[in-house]
């Protein structure tokens, strides 16, 4: 080919362009030299495919950075949906159900409650605001699940609660951060970035780590919830899009073929191969690998991120609707995106932070809408999983980042219009799904008003070593060397939280 | 004296015994620097082992006291405590030779040198006190830690079988465990924190500084019990708040012991707890998912050979040598290409062929899988004609068929499977089958449906 040729021919009178005198004489020196040791050392020349001859040694991961590799021990999950409702929704009106804190609807809060706390808006002394919601139990498992959620409470049997969660953060930003890289700092990888980087992924024509949002912001923490924090960037979670282009960028600019495509990287592959070839620098072939898999992906991505093709009745069980960016797209693209060998599928859903300052953010109006935008795709979710078999390996998490109190916020000291709760760090109910967790289980109780946690409590720590375990990792041994010491997703705490694994 | 002194002083000893060690291996490095007949140093040496004495003297009284202060046990201290008086006289002696004369005097390295090797001595004692004995035999590996005669990992609480716990000695293996694992490293021979030992249950019964903390039959009045459910902000508790704290099962199993009678005789059966209690110590007895028979690796190479013929292939986990192989990134895969996956025969446990080229002829290809766990062939041309083939796959747990045309009579083929457990036939044939039918495996159509709701179209 004409065109390669001239290209590769001027990298070469590049490379002599900067080459000085000096370099001539030194080359002539230590090239001499290292002729003669080379054979010594490497005991064969560089070759023309990079592996195997290089005598580098080079492992499959320096190649390609997101080659599968095996968990320390078969976990029972392969791989994690996690959704996060962004803002924090309440506890109190969907599974935490108090029936004390009904009677003590409009009192003041009692002295007790306040000692020495801290709450992100409310001042003084508040009232308390009763559940807002009509609670009945479900399931054999029996578990408490009230009318805002009216189609998850026929799938409760599926999943495990976890009813006295805390956290140590009230504002959304370092607690989404907290929630999701097991640090309420900037800097740490996030918990897809983990288990991508520990394991790799299966299907090599789309990314490992791939994040879909809705409710028309991303989470207040920015796109550092998904960051890779100190692992490498090919580790950071992909955002996809349900409407317009799925990966920004991806698509061909108008005017490029496929085929012109095609010839560009492989132009550009030889000639980073021939730089590979007299320089050994394993970073060229990943950068060759990943010129390769963004070429595959460009067909793979537009193709499983197409929900059209679905049948009519997966749209009706889902609640989607083709070209919107929605909470039940994003739910049944999941679904996809796991069923093709996706590792980690991360769904943001803002719009839960209830304070009561309009009607969009009251617990009674706003938390009503909200829920009916998740409470059809996520139980069509975990049925449509099961269907497939999926949920015998994929896990599946929800929660926000924190929960909201048991009083009616008082922003300034003065009543809201509308009904509505502060956040609170004390207790808040997630739940889990799938891959290796016991179904139907309950585990932690809260107090009377659902305030704090006083039984089997469990921190966010605890939370994360148990969601590695599930996927096959010991959380004290899952390090990654930086700044001259190992860091782990769980810090320095984290217990397992064996009640809920199956 | 004011009364504080001495304890507060016994404190210093752990800053204080670097001093002699840093003056005296100073002075001794200048005598082993030193010629013969050469004596430039002398004076400094001299002075060095003065200064190193005397900071001995001061680091034997320190120490002497942090043992009367401290709760340590005398047995415990007690070469270190002779050792350090040692090399205090040494230095003392050496600075007495060296004023006498000019130049070195005789034997003076050798002198030397034993009084480095008592200085060493004197500190390993000492290190050991603080740190414990296997302090630098932990770091070791665990093959390396036997060779030397340690026990590794004993500490890790109470381990129960899952069938016949009832019959075991409630103390020896329930409570001894749980003080072990949380209590000992303060409360035993050597470190008596409260002048308490919890080793064994004849130093529990000698009790603390308070007295005893059992009162057999009463745990709200045994202080072992009243501690651990004390708040975790009273310095009282135990143990102290930024050590790992009990499990509440723990402390129950404490509670229950002590109602019991708190002796040693009394078994597991006969007390009043709950089997959820014992459950978190309970071995997990529960059958691996995959084959326990055993099979060598598969070859690196041949791995290498998988993957570059474009399957997915790695094992289930770091040890194990069963292999999982997709298609996933392979969708042209067909019945003649199985012969890329023969030389894996063995050692393939899960196999995912879904989305491929396959017809029914891969199952009796498949056949041939003896430790084949999972089997996925969704969105294939399977029609379901030769299933039967998989009786021979005795190992077979879970059969993936969605979206093939198997039908429900023809899953009676895999009646009876030694170990099948589940079947998934989402979109085939056989889930719109209505006709029912009994199966000795879990067998999932799927079709679910979630029926719209009034509420569904209601906004606020």
Redesign the interface.
């Given at each position: 080919m004409k065109n390669l040729e001239k290209l590769l021919s001027e990298l070469q009178v590049q490379k002599l362009q900067t080459q000085t005198r000096r370099h001539f004489l030194r080359d002539c020196v230590s090239k001499v030299g290292g002729l003669a040791l080379a054979p010594l050392l490497f005991g064969c020349e560089i070759g023309k495919d990079g592996q195997a001859k290089t005598g580098l040694n080079l492992s499959?991961r320096d190649l390609n950075p997101l080659a599968?590799?095996?968990?320390?021990?078969?976990?029972k999950a392969k791989s994690i949906i996690y959704l996060h409702m962004a803002g924090a929704p309440s506890q109190l009106e969907l599974f935490d159900f108090k029936p004390e804190l009904a009677k003590l609807h409009d009192q003041d809060c009692p002295e007790s409650l306040l000692e020495g706390r801290k709450f992100a808006f409310i001042r003084g002394v508040p009232k308390m605001l009763g559940p807002q919601a009509t609670f009945s139990q479900h399931g054999q498992s029996g578990a408490w699940v009230s009318?805002y959620l009216?189609?998850f409470s026929?799938v409760v049997d599926e999943v495990a609660f976890l009813k006295a969660m805390h956290t140590d953060q009230f504002n959304h930003g370092p607690a989404q951060l907290f929630m999701q890289t097991g640090s309420p700092r900037l800097g740490r990888p996030s918990l897809g970035s983990w288990v991508t980087y520990g394991l790799g992924t299966?299907?090599?024509?789309l990314p490992g780590f791939v994040v879909l949002t809705s409710g028309g912001k991303t989470p207040d923490a920015g796109k550092s919830v998904w960051g890779s924090g100190f692992l490498p960037s090919v580790y950071q979670g992909v955002q996809c899009r349900s409407k317009g282009d799925p990966v920004l960028y991806l698509e061909d600019p108008s005017g490029m073929s496929r085929d012109l495509k095609k010839n560009v990287i492989s132009a550009i592959n030889q000639a980073n191969q021939e730089d590979f070839e007299s320089i050994g620098d394993p970073e060229i072939l990943a950068r060759i690998n990943q010129f390769e898999m963004a070429y595959r992906m460009q067909i793979e991505v537009p193709e499983v991120m197409n929900i059209n093709d679905e049948p009519e009745?997966i749209h009706?069980?889902y609640?989607t609707q083709p070209g919107e960016e929605s909470f039940a797209n994003n739910c049944l693209l999941a679904r996809k995106l796991v069923e093709?060998?996706v590792r980690v599928v991360q769904l943001y859903d803002w719009g839960w932070d209830t304070h009561g300052t309009d009607?969009d953010g009251s617990i009674?109006?706003?938390l009503?809408?909200k829920c009916?935008q998740i409470d059809?795709p996520m139980?069509?979710l975990l049925?449509?999983l099961?269907?497939?078999?999926l949920l015998?390996d994929t896990l599946v998490v929800w929660g926000g980042e924190f929960g909201r109190t048991p009083m009616q916020e008082n922003r300034e000291g003065k009543v809201q219009g509308f009904k509505g709760r502060d956040h609170h760090t004390d207790a808040f109910t997630m739940w889990v799904a799938g891959g290796g967790v016991r179904k139907g289980a309950s585990y932690g109780i809260t107090d009377d008003f659902g305030f704090s946690g006083v039984?089997?409590r469990t921190s966010v720590h605890d939370l994360h070593a148990t969601l590695l375990h599930l996927m096959?990792f010991d959380h004290e041994k899952f390090t990654y060397d930086f700044q001259g010491r190992p860091f782990r997703l769980t810090d320095v705490e984290g217990e397992l939280i064996?009640k809920i694994i199956a | 004296m004011i009364q504080f002194v001495f304890p507060l002083f016994g404190r210093f000893h752990p800053i204080l015994v670097h001093l002699p060690i840093g003056i005296l291996l100073f002075g001794i490095i200048l005598v082993f620097l030193s010629r013969k007949g050469q004596n430039t140093h002398l004076a400094s040496i001299r002075l060095a082992f003065l200064f190193g004495g005397m900071a001995g003297v001061l680091s034997s009284v320190s120490g002497f006291l942090q043992y009367r202060y401290e709760g340590f046990t005398w047995d415990s201290v007690q070469f270190h405590f002779f050792l350090g008086l040692a090399t205090t006289a040494t230095a003392f002696w050496l600075y007495y030779e060296l004023g006498k004369k000019e130049d070195f005097p005789s034997f003076f390295k050798a002198k030397s040198a034993a009084l480095v090797a008592l200085l060493m001595f004197t500190g390993h004692l000492g290190g050991n006190i603080t740190h414990g004995e296997t302090y630098l035999i932990e770091p070791l590996p665990a093959g390396m830690q036997q060779l030397l005669g340690y026990e590794t990992g004993e500490n890790t609480g109470p381990k129960l079988p899952a069938e016949g716990w009832e019959e075991l000695a409630y103390y020896e293996h329930v409570v001894q465990p749980i003080l072990n694992q949380n209590c000992k490293s303060c409360h035993n021979a050597k470190n008596h924190k409260g002048e308490l030992d919890l080793s064994s249950y004849e130093a529990l019964l000698q009790g603390g500084e308070d007295g005893s903390i059992l009162s057999g039959g009463d745990a709200e009045a045994s202080a072992l019990f009243a501690r651990l459910v004390l708040p975790k902000e009273d310095e009282d508790h135990m143990p102290p708040k930024d050590k790992r704290q009990l499990q509440k099962e723990e402390i129950e199993l404490i509670r229950a012991w002590i109602a019991l009678g708190g002796k040693t005789e009394s078994k597991l059966g006969e007390a009043d707890i709950s089997v959820e209690t014992l459950e978190p110590f309970m071995e997990k007895t529960e059958a691996p998912f995959y084959p326990s028979a055993e099979v060598p690796p598969l070859a690196d190479e041949t791995l290498k050979k998988l993957k570059t013929d474009g399957f997915f292939a790695e094992t289930v986990d770091k040890e194990s040598a069963w292999l999982m192989v997709s298609c996933v990134n392979y969708g042209q895969f067909a019945d003649a290409d199985w012969t890329k996956l023969k030389p894996a025969s063995d050692q393939i446990a899960y196999l995912d062929l879904s989305g491929t080229q396959v017809t029914d002829q891969i199952l009796d290809s498949i056949q041939s899988l003896p430790n084949l766990t999972v089997l996925k062939l969704n969105e294939t041309d399977i029609s379901g004609e030769k299933l039967s083939a998989l009786q021979s796959n005795p190992n077979l747990k879970n059969l993936y068929l969605n979206k093939t045309q198997v039908s429900l009579p023809q899953l009676k083929a895999l009646q009876n499977h030694p170990n099948l457990a589940k079947v998934f036939v989402f979109d085939t044939p056989a889930s719109a089958d209505e006709s029912g039918g009994v199966f000795s495996f879990l067998l999932e159509k799927g079709n679910y449906r979630l029926p719209p709701l009034p509420t569904d179209t209601i906004v606020y």
């Open positions: 499959e599968p590799l095996p968990p320390p021990f078969a976990g009318d009216p189609h026929k299966v299907n090599q024509n009745y009706q069980l609640g093709k060998g009607k009674d109006m706003g009503r809408n009916r059809r139980s069509a049925l449509d099961k269907q497939r078999g015998e039984d089997e096959g064996r | -």
